[in-house]
């Protein structure tokens, strides 16, 4: 099983340029979920699909959007680039059943904006 | 609201020794605990979760960590540490299991 994979792994963009990031696990699991980590920040949840047709905001949802596609799928769009949105993004998936769930993460897409 | 603190962004301890790293959590609902580990340029992979069951948790790699509720701490040890154990360790704290909020981490070096 390949778990959560993220395409791609490196991305440059320029300010105002567009673009979507990929996850799709393949764990059949319910819950999907989109972070990025920053130097001395940690992970923050941009926003997560709790089940296959839901979408809700996380902590930094500004700038972003998402679309659950299907079970397998999430994706990240950024429509209009900003410098501060550079990071490292990953998508994590996890199984239902409350907090006991564990997440499990993709390797991450590292995204410099100029 | 829901955080944790991790005392101390970078450890460094000898080969062979105690590895000891801080979570301190802050919750209005008893909180599910976990420490997760961050490889250069990889994920994050969990090491072990705290679920109420027991306030001693075993995980990966020799790791174990006390969920102490008067302390509202939840620290994260190893009696000797190895090589292979330098990399990012991450303490995350949730109520509902749909946000999940982490700490800052903690870059531990383990000197030969």
């Known amino acids: 099983n390949a778990g959560v994979t993220q395409t791609p792994k490196f991305q440059v963009l320029k300010t105002g340029q567009s673009m979507t990031l990929q996850c799709a696990q393949d764990?059949?699991?319910?819950?999907m979920y989109w972070y990025r980590q920053d130097p001395g920040m940690g992970l923050r949840l941009i926003y997560y699909s709790a089940s296959e047709g839901t979408t809700d905001k996380g902590e930094v949802p500004n700038g972003y959007n998402v679309s659950r596609l299907n079970k397998r799928e999430f994706s990240l769009r950024l429509e209009s680039a900003a410098p501060s949105q550079t990071s490292v993004y990953f998508c994590?998936?996890?199984?239902?059943?409350?907090?006991?769930?564990?997440?499990?993460f993709g390797p991450g897409t590292r995204l410099l904006v100029l | 609201a829901q955080s944790v603190t991790q005392l101390g962004s970078h450890v460094s301890v000898s080969e062979g020794a105690l590895v000891l790293l801080r979570c301190n959590y802050s919750s209005s609902v008893p909180p599910y605990l976990f420490w997760y580990v961050q490889y250069p340029n990889q994920g994050l992979q969990l090491l072990l979760k705290y679920t109420s069951a027991a306030t001693l948790v075993k995980g990966i790699n020799g790791f174990e960590a006390e969920f102490k509720k008067s302390e509202t701490s939840f620290h994260l040890t190893k009696p000797s540490a190895h090589m292979s154990d330098a990399a990012e360790y991450f303490c995350a704290v949730t109520d509902t299991g749909n946000q999940f909020y982490f700490g800052t981490g903690t870059s531990l070096t383990v000197i030969p």
């Open positions: 764990m059949n699991h319910n819950s």
């Open positions: 994590a998936s996890s199984e239902v059943g409350g907090p006991r769930k564990t997440q499990y």
